[in-house]
């Protein structure tokens, strides 16, 4: 059964860079899916970043995509995200997920702090 | 962009009784690409059906899922007291991108 486990900060900077990963086990990232990122403000609705898909191709939101970076390790079956110039309207609770067309395993999910 | 609409914001019913939570898309949504999920405070999210219809997983059968085009539904035929919980509708589009609708709290009554 494939597990999902979030890793970084959870207090950064306004203008800095937010940076997250997440580590896969059970399933190997080259084998198929998406992979990708979904983000919850405290007490908000659920907000789609981007996905990887396991050949490289990359999908972004187009609202974030200008701060956005999602790359993926194969070799170390791990994926990341990378936002730059966070401010306060990037707090949020961020979960790695597997997905195709609906997501079937999330990660338990990390809350990361914008705040000086 | 495929905006998805949910209503109601929240519904106050009491165990044993029947929800009905309506998803709503801005243009025609493949069944196949339609999904809802669960999520309880403090955990992910959880999905509950897939293809518009198709159960997940695990997933109990008072938990179904119909509709198609622009209006899908999530019925809990008889609510149990961990089914109070917050309900969100997703769908998978062209490009391509996710997008979810803004969800539902089925609140005990």
């Known amino acids: 059964q494939v597990q999902l486990q979030e890793s970084g900060p959870g207090l950064v900077k306004p203008s800095e860079t937010l940076s997250l990963t997440c580590a896969v086990s059970?399933?190997?990232?080259?084998?198929?899916?998406?992979w990708g990122w979904i983000r919850q403000p405290p007490g908000k609705g659920l907000e789609w970043i981007g996905n990887?898909?396991?050949?490289?191709?990359?999908y972004y939101n187009p609202s974030l995509k200008s701060r956005l970076t999602i790359s993926v390790d194969t070799s170390n079956n791990h994926f990341s995200l990378i936002l730059r110039s966070v401010t306060a309207a990037d707090t949020a609770v961020y979960y790695c997920?597997?997905?195709?067309?609906?997501?079937?395993?999330w990660g338990q999910g990390t809350l990361v702090i914008v705040s000086s | 962009e495929i905006v998805l609409t949910q209503s109601p914001g929240t519904l106050s019913l009491s165990p044993g009784e029947r929800a009905t939570l309506s998803c709503r898309a801005s243009q025609s949504v493949k069944s196949t690409y339609l999904a809802w999920y669960q999520q309880k405070p403090g955990q992910a999210p959880r999905l509950l059906i897939y293809g518009a219809s198709s159960r997940a997983t695990g997933i109990p059968d008072r938990f179904s899922g119909s509709g198609s085009g622009t209006d899908f539904t999530l019925t809990i035929s008889r609510l149990e007291p961990e089914d109070f919980a917050v309900y969100y509708c997703?769908?998978?589009?062209?490009?391509?991108?996710?997008?979810f609708g803004q969800g539902t709290k089925v609140e005990i009554k």
């Open positions: 997920a597997r997905a195709a067309a609906y997501v079937d395993s």
């Open positions: 059970g399933y190997s990232i080259s084998s198929g899916y998406f």
């Open positions: 997703q769908q998978y589009g062209t490009s391509p991108t996710w997008t």
């Open positions: 990887i898909f396991h050949t490289g191709s990359i």
